[in-house]
C-alpha cells in the first residue's frame, strides 16, 4: 500500500509558477508509475503528466513545455513544476500512483492540493 501526501497548493497569479510535491509513504514507491491528474470544476478528471520508475516522462500536451513531472526515488517522492499558469488552469490536482501487483494494477490517490489562479 501507498500512501501519497501532497502539498504545495495556493494562490498564483496567471503567468506564475507553482511547484507541487508528492510524499509516498510506503517500501514499493519505485515499482509505482507516478502521475498528476487535475479536475476543474464541473470537468473531468484528466492527466497532467507521468512519470515512469526509469524517469520515462510523458506530459499532456496542454501543458508541454511549460510544465515538468520528476521524482526521487530514494526521497519516495514525485513533484510537479507548474509554469506560465493560465486562468483556466485552476483545479485540484491529484497525485497518483499505480503499480502491478499479481498481474493487477493497484492504484492509490492523493487527496488533492487546490491550484487557484487569482484574477
Known amino acids: 500500500q501507498v500512501q501519497l501526501v501532497e502539498s504545495g497548493g495556493g494562490l498564483v497569479q496567471p503567468g506564475g509558477s507553482l511547484r507541487l510535491s508528492c510524499a509516498a509513504l510506503g517500501s514499493t514507491f519505485r515499482n509505482n508509475l507516478m502521475s498528476w491528474y487535475r479536475q476543474a470544476r464541473g470537468k473531468q478528471r484528466e492527466v497532467v503528466a507521468t512519470i515512469s520508475s526509469d524517469g520515462t516522462t510523458n506530459d499532456a500536451d496542454p501543458v508541454k513545455g511549460r510544465f515538468t513531472i520528476s521524482r526521487h526515488n530514494a526521497k519516495h517522492t514525485v513533484s510537479l513544476q507548474m509554469n506560465t499558469l493560465k486562468p483556466e488552469e485552476k483545479a485540484v490536482y491529484y497525485c497518483?500512483?499505480?503499480?502491478?501487483?499479481?498481474?493487477?494494477?493497484?492504484?492509490?490517490w492523493g487527496q488533492g492540493p487546490q491550484v487557484t489562479l487569482s484574477s
Open positions: 497518483y500512483a499505480v503499480r502491478t501487483v499479481f498481474g493487477r494494477p493497484r492504484e492509490n
